[in-house]
């Protein structure tokens, strides 16, 4: 048995914020309760009164109890874009190390892309990173491509991918140029009620992806990579959403006029959501110029006008989810010359600090609307049985301080490739929590 005393519960699928007392067996929850009640557990006897007097003597026995007094219990965190580079790109990251970041940042469940080699486009490869994924501690899953080997000519059999484990479809890394095939990936993903997860960079009109064509571009002597190209393709896709009646997902979202667009439709009534990334949220194009290689990703980091956008939408619910979009490399991939650097960063260290630190600390969101977008949002957009803290529900939780300020010196990743790193950060996590387990504890 486990329990979790005296924490400030914040569930946004619940609206519930409070301190409650939790109390779980064999990884479901089985009691949320004000510390005033006395509950009695059916199984173990278990008291509040004589829980008391075990936290007093510090005799646990076969109940395990985690005072939380002071910090916050949340849902575990809820990423549906990260890049564990497992198999095929191992030097990076792989599933092993990639669950270590994630419970290190208070996450308990991730969707892997499908960007590795082999991709994602067979049952054999979900079937394996999705068995591997279970022997982590956290719940990992993956995505199926949509188009066979991310080639953007052939569709995946969706119905396989799906039969092995497949809870998204995306193509991430490589938009999907041609308007018919995509108009029948939705089709056939609206069919199986399966959401289509979208990069959306038109390669036409980049000359240097990951740098934005601006200034600062320009006082590196490159061209870079206009903002047209995310939102010509955002237009595209919320058409054929709205004519398909199909479910999709803008990932990354980098523009103000992408933020406009998908705000309009989804008042429209068009199945369109986005995800905004830490990143995003809290750097602009002028971070190239100090972090080089470290602040360039696809899509790349943009104006402020384009920061204060992608705020703004995470506020009003037109961006429903926050994702990391977690992407490892080596450090001598990262230390090649600008043109030559991969785009990305990692980011599931740091995804909750920053949000404490760019949207709850200066008052844009509450703390229980940066918890949403980092919980139920994302799960309940793919399905996912995670996010939310309920009775009967599986016992996942990040514990944490919010105030509580820490150093990101070292990573648990296999890389690096933050411009966060050597950052004072708020919201110390101290412990994450997968189905009961302690996945992760502060030291």
């Known amino acids: 048995m486990l329990v979790i005393k005296g924490g400030y519960l914040i569930d946004p699928n619940s609206k519930t914020e409070g301190v409650r007392d939790i109390y779980v067996r064999d990884g479901i929850i089985t009691k949320i309760a004000e510390p005033s009640e006395d ?14 007097a075990v936290l007093e003597t510090g005799d646990e026995g076969e109940c395990r109890i985690i005072d939380a007094t002071g910090k916050v219990v949340a849902p575990g965190l809820v990423d549906g874009h990260v890049h564990f580079r497992d198999p095929g790109f191992t030097y990076k990251e792989d599933i092993e190390t990639g669950a270590k970041a994630a419970a290190r940042g208070g996450f308990t469940t991730v969707v892997m892309m499908g960007n590795t080699q082999p991709h994602m486009d067979n049952s054999a490869t979900i079937l394996d990173v999705c068995k591997r994924g279970a022997a982590t501690g956290i719940r990992v899953f993956a995505c199926g491509n949509v188009t066979r080997d991310m080639a953007g000519q052939e569709l995946v059999d969706m119905d396989e991918l799906i039969a092995a484990g497949a809870v998204l479809f995306t193509d991430d890394g490589k938009p999907i140029t041609d308007e018919k095939l995509m108009e029948r990936a939705c089709v056939e993903a609206a069919k199986r009620n399966r959401v289509i997860s979208l990069h959306e960079e038109d390669p036409k009109y980049i000359t240097d992806n990951g740098i934005n064509a601006g200034e600062v571009a320009k006082k590196l002597g490159i061209v870079g990579s206009p903002r047209d190209a995310e939102i010509s393709m955002v237009k595209r896709d919320i058409e054929i959403a709205r004519s398909t009646g199909a479910e999709i997902v803008v990932q990354h979202i980098s523009a103000a006029q992408s933020v406009n667009l998908i705000r309009e439709a989804r008042k429209e009534g068009v199945k369109v959501h986005a995800e905004a990334t830490p990143h995003h949220f809290t750097l602009t194009q002028d971070a190239v110029l100090k972090f080089g290689s470290l602040a360039k990703m696809n899509p790349p980091l943009r104006l402020e006008s384009d920061r204060m956008a992608i705020i703004e939408g995470l506020k009003d619910g037109t961006i429903d989810m926050i994702a990391t979009d977690h992407a490892p490399h080596s450090r001598d991939e990262k230390k090649k010359e600008l043109r030559l650097a991969p785009s990305g960063i990692t980011g599931l260290e740091t995804s909750l600090a920053l949000g404490i630190r760019e949207l709850v600390k200066p008052g844009r969101l509450s703390l229980m609307e940066l918890i949403e977008r980092m919980t ?40 690096s490739n933050t411009p966060f790193l050597g950052q004072r950060m708020p919201g110390k996590i101290a412990y994450t929590i997968c189905a009961g387990n302690v996945v992760y504890k502060k030291l």
């Open 39 to 52: 509950v009695q557990d059916s199984v173990s006897g278990t008291t509040n009164e004589n829980l008391r």
């Open 376 to 415: 139920i949002g994302p799960a309940s957009v793919y399905g996912l049985d995670a996010g939310c803290i309920k009775e009967g529900g599986n016992a996942d939780f990040v514990v944490f301080d919010p105030d509580e300020e820490w150093d990101f010196v070292a990573s648990v990743s296999k890389s």
